[in-house]
């Protein structure tokens, strides 16, 4: 089996195929995700509250996002394996963010990193181009972006217009840009369905959506929703398994065969004893 490449997304792209991206954060659920059939897997900073236990995505550490990512690496054969950069580990400076985004390739085995960008990013865009220049694949990322959640007022849909801005024009000038900088694909999270379409129709590259609708080239989900497991879901998503219940039944199984004596048997133990 041989890792997936750019040209072979490209390849399904140019074909009219929708490219399919869920999040993984641990080699075990990596390893059944990749054995599925998925083209790319990201590491995202969604580890925060789906993986490590905090309330969102800011508190992730490079070195957090750079554990997840190796184990993730490991746990796969043929996904293309995107990393996130966690906040502020790369846009305080060029070298800084040069090398952060190194270390996921070099050390972690990543095969890209995906960058969040503010409508405008200038600084942004200026590191994706450094990065390819540099050889570093770089996934964009337009529309919502939850590091920035302080600054735009928490969770709502990209891309609505109101009476003093146009907000969609300036998802796609920023899409438009992130490809000029050499963006191999672009996540749209949370952009409404049309902007969505006008972003798609406005790039040569894959867009890849979450919550943004059927007019894009590929679909991203987090791993945790689609599998039910860690309880709240989203209108975004699509739920099809319930993991919650299958572990908390398994768990209840388990307690009450060790306290009934069920649990070890014979079988379990090693040189076990004759107990006539």
């Known amino acids: ?57 800011l508190p992730v550490t490079l070195e957090e996002a750079l554990s997840n990512t190796a184990a993730v690496v490991r746990g796969t054969d043929e996904a293309f394996v995107v990393a996130d950069l966690p906040f502020l580990t790369y846009g305080t400076s060029m070298e800084e963010s040069v090398e952060n985004a190194g270390r996921f390739l070099k050390e972690a085995g990543a095969d890209a990193v995906k960058l969040e960008t503010a ?91 979450i919550g943004s609708g059927r007019h894009v080239d590929g679909q991203v989900l987090v791993v945790s929703d689609v599998l039910g497991l860690g309880g709240e879901q989203y209108s975004l998503a699509k739920q099809y398994a319930d993991l919650d219940s299958e572990i908390r039944r398994a768990v209840e199984q388990y307690v009450d065969e060790v306290e009934t004596g069920e649990f070890p048997t014979r079988d379990n133990a090693f040189d076990p004893v004759d107990e006539d």
């Not at 040209?7 to 009219?16: C, I």
């Not at 891309?159 to 801005?165: A, E, H, P, Q, Y």
């Not at 024009?169 to 992130?178: D, G, K, Y």
């Open 1 to 57: 089996m041989s890792r997936t490449t750019i040209p072979d997304l490209y390849e399904k792209y140019e074909d009219g195929t929708p490219l399919t991206m869920l999040t993984a954060y641990d080699a075990p659920i990596a390893r059944q995700v990749d054995a599925a059939g998925v083209d790319m897997i990201l590491v995202g900073d969604s580890a925060g509250d789906n993986h490590l236990g905090y309330d969102d995505t």
């Open 119 to 209: 409508p405008h990013g200038e600084t942004t865009i200026e590191i994706v181009d450094r990065l390819t220049e540099l050889g570093v694949p770089v996934q964009g990322h337009v529309g919502l972006t939850p590091q920035r959640k302080h600054q735009i007022g928490g969770a709502y849909v990209q891309g609505r217009d109101t009476d003093t801005s146009s907000p969609g024009e300036a998802l796609v000038e920023t899409a438009e840009r992130l490809e000029d900088a050499g963006a191999f694909s672009i996540v749209l999270e949370t952009v409404s369905e049309g902007v969505a379409r006008e972003v798609t129709e406005a790039v040569d590259v894959p867009t890849i959506g």
